[in-house]
């Protein structure tokens, strides 16, 4: 079954290291996103790349910092920099296409990666 | 970006239909209403979207205001698997817009 994967499930990691999280998709997906998600909030953007070797910045992308060199996979690496990691991150895919077709602009995401800071 | 407006929570009793709205009072003439929803630890799962008229699923119905101010996502009959935390948002079709604004929703319990 089409899917996206992200590990790992939960982490923990010191202060002042840095970590990266994974996220893969099988869906043939062109845009992938990462989001945050702090308890009791809603989800808000890190960041999203439409295309290979290309993304943007989303509205906290302070402190982290992505890749996309295959359709495939976007990681995403928490550094030092940021202030407060702890929290449940999201990744996401969507294909591209009119929003009036079935299925398209529908986000897909993966069941999520805790990451814990001690 | 056009934002919505949820209520904080709900209840209903299991089998019974629920009524779950959004207003969206400044929404544009391109934007889609989307609903997703967010299970206990897991990640948001799709549940239904349109632009106009009203739509349905396998999993809900999607009723549209005439002026598309407002919507409602409906369970005809909720079961406790429907627990959950309910988003409306709205998608800017015209702008290519990327980012879909998720907001804190509405939390339903259902209560057997």
């Known amino acids: 079954d089409g899917g996206i994967t992200q590990s790992p499930k939960y982490l923990f990691r010191k202060e002042g290291q840095n970590v990266t999280l994974s996220c893969e998709q099988n869906?043939?997906?062109?845009?992938m996103y990462w989001y945050r998600q702090d308890p009791g909030q809603g989800l808000r953007l890190i960041y999203y790349s439409q295309i290979v070797n290309d993304f943007q910045k989303g509205d906290i992308a302070e402190g982290y910092s992505v890749s996309r060199e295959k359709k495939e996979s976007f990681p995403l690496t928490v550094t030092s920099a940021q202030k407060n990691p702890t929290a449940f991150y999201l990744c996401?895919?969507?294909?591209?296409?009119?929003?009036?077709?079935?299925?398209?602009?529908?986000?897909?995401f993966g069941a999520g990666s805790r990451l814990t800071v001690l | 970006d056009a934002k919505t407006t949820q209520p904080n929570s709900m209840e209903s009793n299991e089998e019974e239909p629920v009524h779950l709205p959004c207003n969206h009072s400044?929404?544009?003439?391109?934007?889609?209403i989307h609903w997703y929803r967010q299970l206990p630890s897991q990640g948001p799962e799709y549940v239904i979207h349109g632009l106009t008229s009203n739509v349905n699923n396998r999993m809900a119905s999607l009723a549209i205001a005439e002026d598309r101010k407002s919507s409602t996502l409906i369970l005809h009959r909720a079961t406790l698997r429907d627990a959950a935390v309910y988003y409306c948002i709205l998608r800017q079709e015209a702008t290519g817009a990327n980012n879909l604004f998720f907001g804190t929703g509405t939390r339903l319990t259902v209560i057997p």
């Open positions: 400044t929404i544009s003439g391109t934007d889609y």
């Open positions: 996401a895919s969507r294909r591209r296409g009119r929003g009036g077709s079935p299925g398209a602009n529908v986000l897909t």
């Open positions: 869906l043939n997906h062109d845009a």
